[in-house]
């Protein structure tokens, strides 16, 4: 039997959590030693162990970011700090017959924003249905998290890249050598995420260090695509160099990122920000970085060669991407100008050839619907292809909305799928969302999604409602408040972009700002 205690006695020293009801939670663990001092910018290292009894009933610092972007909840903000390498565990309390299958959840905001205390990632709805393990983690965002400074690294101050993924995977070891002790089982554990952290499970994929530490993928609206490549990724930084030591006056750019306070490189970061979506539209500075040594190739080119990680996968966007995003024309490619910008930047000749795929462009509706399949269909589409030949791949599309949406114009926009996922519907939030009349349509599509990605969690397969994805029957399992399967659905744009993506596979790109699904 496999009992849940609020102790639990790690490697590391003893924490208590707080039992709710009929769930435990410890929140705030330390996976890493907090990345301060002559640890930043460098990888992540092992945690500091502790003497006594470590209280783990709240979370602990988001890592550093806007102050703004912290809110989790009205009149209250979330501390940041470099001090921010945590994880959080949700489990039942009732004792079980075997060992948990593990969901660990990386939380999206274009790799500058978000926290795991976001009350959207709690994860408690989801444990409470699925009799799982929760994991929520938290990693570095920003120019501390996704800045490439190699090029400024010295004997003694050495800088290393792609800091945020390293993160994930040191979280990711933290699970395989800890989960046991909660109830879990470290040789089933499925990776979830959205947005970024879609993104961040298909690089994980393509991650080598990542290997085995997981055994299925769910990546929700992950822009697979847009991961930089080095070139590009040192221009940003040279940037960035340039603005941190105009700011703090220190000529040296390897002391400046050294010694700068998170104030003067949270400025210079949103700066950065600023030249890049004006002088490369639809990019951002921080993202992963294809640095052909701990990220040797594209994630795209490593689900079209085979050599990203082979386990079971489910994959897919939303119905209306790009409607969340309608005020960043530049950011979303939702602009004629803009869009043109972008071909003439990559492929001119398929300018053409796309956009007559959307009906009334360059209709403003019709842009919208652009900018949110490039950013993250488009990808969504080659990776699914590319694994569906080498390990089991389901493909969705999340269509449903309710009426309030719809009446303000988002539709199933990016991120509304989380609310099926992590059981909104079913609390005060979901009830506002469902007052002109479709809450049983919202509990039923909560019930299907749930079940879908906890029947996959456990068994690496979904229900049998779901087929599975190839190349020659392009099944893809519709979302909506009455699901259905649909063969090769938006065919003709699937078939225009045919091509782009192998071109696009090569170039680099960032995921498009985006704000956190409460701001909206």
């Not at 926290?115 to 408690?124: D, F, N, V």
């Not at 983690?137 to 800045?147: A, D, F, H, Q, V």
């Not at 972008?342 to 492929?347: G, R, S, V, Y």
Request: hydrophobic residues 40%; glycine residues 10%; charged residues 20%.
């Amino acid at each position: 039997m496999v009992s849940t205690s609020t102790r639990v006695t790690l490697s590391d020293g003893v924490v208590e959590g707080v039992r709710d009801g009929d769930i435990v939670r410890w929140r705030g663990i330390p996976f890493a030693a907090p990345p301060v001092g002559d640890l930043r910018l460098r990888a992540p290292q092992p945690a500091i162990g502790w003497e006594g009894v470590l209280k783990a009933d709240s979370f602990r610092n988001a890592a550093p970011q806007n102050p703004k972007y912290a809110l989790v909840e009205r009149g209250r903000k979330q501390p940041v700090s470099e001090d921010c390498l945590t994880v959080n565990v949700v489990a039942p309390a009732r004792t079980s017959n075997k060992p948990r299958a593990v969901m660990v959840f990386i939380h999206g905001g274009a790799y500058i924003l978000g926290s795991t205390a976001t009350p959207l990632y709690y994860g408690h709805d989801l444990v409470r249905r699925g009799d799982v393990i929760f994991v929520s983690m938290n990693y570095r965002l920003g120019p501390l998290g996704y800045g490439d400074f190699t090029r400024y690294s010295t004997p003694d101050r050495p800088f290393e890249t792609n800091l945020g993924l390293r993160d994930q995977v040191a979280a990711l070891q933290w699970v395989k050598d800890n989960i046991a002790d909660f109830g879990g089982d470290p040789d089933n554990v499925t990776i979830f995420g959205e947005s970024a952290g879609g993104n961040a499970v298909t690089t994980l994929m393509a991650t080598p260090a990542a290997g085995g530490l997981f055994h299925r993928a769910i990546a929700e609206s992950s822009a697979p695509m847009l991961t930089l490549h080095q070139h590009y990724a040192q221009r940003f930084a040279d940037k960035m160099g340039e603005l941190l030591t105009a700011d703090t006056g220190i000529s040296d750019v390897a002391e400046a990122l050294a010694s700068a306070s998170l104030a003067e490189i949270g400025r210079a970061g949103h700066r950065l920000a600023r030249w890049v979506t004006k002088d490369s539209p639809g990019l951002l500075p921080f993202g992963p970085v294809v640095d052909g040594d701990y990220l040797p190739v594209a994630p795209v080119e490593a689900f079209a060669d085979g050599s990203a990680h082979q386990v079971p996968m489910i994959i897919g966007t939303n119905k209306n991407e790009g409607t969340l995003f309608k005020r960043l024309p530049q950011g979303m490619l939702s602009t004629e100008e803009v869009i043109t910008e972008m071909f003439a930047n990559t492929e001119p000749d398929a300018q053409d050839r796309i956009t007559a795929a959307y009906n009334g462009y360059p209709s403003p509706r019709s842009m919208v619907q652009f900018g949110g399949d490039y950013i993250f269909w488009v990808g969504s589409v080659a990776v699914t292809q590319a694994h569906s030949e080498h390990a089991p791949t389901y493909a969705y599309r999340y269509d449903y909305s309710p009426k309030v949406m719809r009446w303000m114009g988002l539709g199933a926009t990016h991120a509304s799928e989380l609310l099926a996922v992590f059981g909104i519907y079913r609390g005060k939030a979901g009830r506002l969302l469902t007052q002109l009349g479709d809450r049983r349509d919202a509990l039923r599509v909560t019930g299907e999604v749930q079940d879908q990605w906890l029947a996959f969690a456990k068994t690496g397969e979904p229900l049998p409602s779901w087929p599975r994805y190839t190349p020659k029957v392009r099944a893809t399992r519709i979302f909506d408040k009455h699901s259905y399967v649909e063969v090769d659905p938006m065919r003709a744009r699937r078939e225009a972009w045919h091509g782009f993506g192998d071109y696009a596979s090569k170039v680099p790109g960032a995921e498009a700002a985006e704000e956190t699904l409460e701001n909206v």
